[in-house]
């Protein structure tokens, strides 16, 4: 069984930092492009950044190009996300997502969520 | 950039009932689209993907049309379960999704 369970979320401070993780199981991580999601309270889907399966193709949306860099270990089957200079805007659900092969960008699984809030 | 729109934002219909949801790109998407169920509290899942193939786990009555810029989600029959928001997506652009109420 597929299971994608983020942890990290948390109350930040504007300017802050924090690193969320996603531990993957249940199948071959190494062989899939991976994403995160994320959702702002009462508002809509927002595909923030994926990675390919060796780490060689990265990409973000603009919004936050320069302040989230993802990265992954296949070894440790998990991905992870280093937000910095977070702003109140990025307070949201963050999803992992995995992406169907084929280069499509559909997301087949979805991990549980975690929220990360940013305010003072 | 791509942009998605769907229509309506809130479609009210009763047990039995068909419902159609519309999600009309800014630029030909081909058959490239992908259908997503979001029941409350719970994370997104994947419904149709390539505009018309249905994902494992959705029964028959979910069934996805469309090329080009214009596609459609339709659910037949429709269960109070169905109650739902529903997004289309293509590659890093969601719609803002249609929020389906089964009274």
């Known amino acids: 069984e597929v299971q994608l369970v983020e942890s990290g979320g948390g109350l930040v401070q504007p300017g802050g930092s924090l690193r969320l993780s996603c531990a993957a199981s249940g199948f071959t991580f190494s062989s899939y492009w991976m994403s995160w999601v994320r959702q702002a309270p009462g508002k809509g889907l927002e595909w923030v950044s994926n990675?390919?399966?060796?780490?060689?193709?990265?990409k973000y949306v603009d919004s936050v190009k320069g302040r989230f860099t993802l990265s992954r270990d296949n070894a440790k089957n998990s991905l992870y996300l280093q937000m910095n200079s977070l702003r109140a805007d990025d307070t949201a659900v963050y999803y992992c997502?995995?992406?169907?092969?084929?280069?499509?960008?559909?997301?087949?699984?979805w991990g549980q969520g975690i929220l990360v809030t940013v305010s003072s | 950039e791509i942009v998605l729109t769907q229509s309506p934002a809130t479609l009210s219909l009763s047990p039995g009932e068909r419902a159609t949801l519309s999600c009309r790109a800014s630029?030909?998407?081909?058959?490239?689209l992908a259908w997503y169920q979001q029941k409350p509290g719970q994370a997104p899942k994947f419904l149709i993907f390539d505009a018309s193939n249905r994902a494992t786990g959705f029964p028959a009555r979910f069934s996805g049309s469309g090329s080009g810029t214009d596609f459609r989600l339709t659910i037949s029959r429709l269960e109070p379960e169905d109650s739902a928001l529903y997004y289309c997506q293509h590659r890093g652009a969601f719609g803002q999704g249609t929020k389906l109420e089964i009274k």
């Open positions: 997502a995995r992406e169907r092969p084929l280069g499509a960008r559909y997301f087949d699984y």
């Open positions: 630029q030909s998407l081909g058959s490239s």
């Open positions: 990675i390919n399966e060796d780490e060689s193709e990265i």
